[in-house]
């Protein structure tokens, strides 16, 4: 069964520190992965997407990492500010035939910055 | 502005009752789905529409109805909602369901008592 475990399931951490989001992923075939921002109430916003020929892809003071052997991403988040309490949700897209483009969705993380 | 839209924001409504949901929007996008996200579930797929006239189930799709007879709306029906229809729903298009990264609308608190 595909799946997508994230890790932690929330983290409370001081603005202008950084830190680092986990996502382990069983998807196979995999296709890409990718990171979407959501704030409460409101829908999920596009961070990054990186196919299995991409180790890392930055957007901002967000960083993503892939390693497609381990089936494991990061998420880094750099210089936090009090904007980025928000979920962040790992979704991996699956490959081949049969589930091409279908999306597995993890639970997501919950950051909240503290000033 | 690019962007999903969806109608209503909110709504509380009575078992059995039809509603639909509207979703709209206005980037030309082939792909467009219908979410629910419940808490500690995750987002999980209700339907899926890959072009006009072309719609599949996707997770969950149970107790839900949708169309695609223009590329830019996809609405959402219930024909007799349950309590357990009670969620937050969102709509989403692409380009396409591969490559590219999905655009959310805002969403819709739904409530059935």
């Known amino acids: 069964k595909n799946q997508v475990e994230q890790s932690p399931q929330s983290l409370i951490i001081l603005e202008g520190k950084n830190c680092t989001l986990q996502?382990?992923?069983?998807?196979?075939?995999?296709?890409?992965l990718r990171w979407y921002k959501q704030d409460t109430g409101r829908g999920p916003v596009s961070l990054t997407i990186?196919?299995?020929?991409?180790n890392t892809k930055s957007n901002g003071r967000y960083t993503a990492t892939l390693d497609a052997d381990t089936k494991q991403s990061s998420l880094h988040i750099t210089a936090s500010q009090l904007s980025d309490s928000a979920s962040y949700i790992c979704?991996?897209?699956?490959?081949?035939?049969?589930?091409?483009?279908?999306?597995?969705f993890g639970q997501g993380t919950i950051l909240t910055v503290h000033p | 502005e690019a962007q999903v839209t969806q109608n209503p924001r909110y709504l509380i409504t009575v078992t059995g009752k039809k509603l639909t949901v509207t979703c709209s929007q206005n980037?030309?996008?082939?792909?467009m789905s219908w979410y629910r996200q419940d808490p500690g579930l995750g987002l999980r797929q209700i339907y899926y529409?890959?072009?006009?006239?072309?719609?599949d189930k996707g997770d969950v799709p149970e107790g839900y109805k949708v169309s695609r007879k223009e590329k830019r709306n996809f609405p959402l029906i219930l024909e007799s909602p349950s309590p357990n229809q009670t969620s937050l729903y969102f709509c989403?298009?692409?380009?396409?369901?591969?490559?590219?990264?999905?655009?959310f609308g805002s969403g819709t608190r739904l409530t059935v008592v």
């Open positions: 979704v991996v897209s699956a490959g081949g035939f049969t589930s091409y483009g279908k999306l597995t």
């Open positions: 529409s890959m072009n006009v006239e072309v719609t």
């Open positions: 980037m030309n996008h082939e792909y």
């Open positions: 989403a298009s692409s380009i396409d369901r591969e490559r590219y990264g999905y655009t």
């Open positions: 990186m196919t299995f020929s991409e």
């Open positions: 996502c382990n992923y069983t998807v196979s075939p995999f296709s890409n």
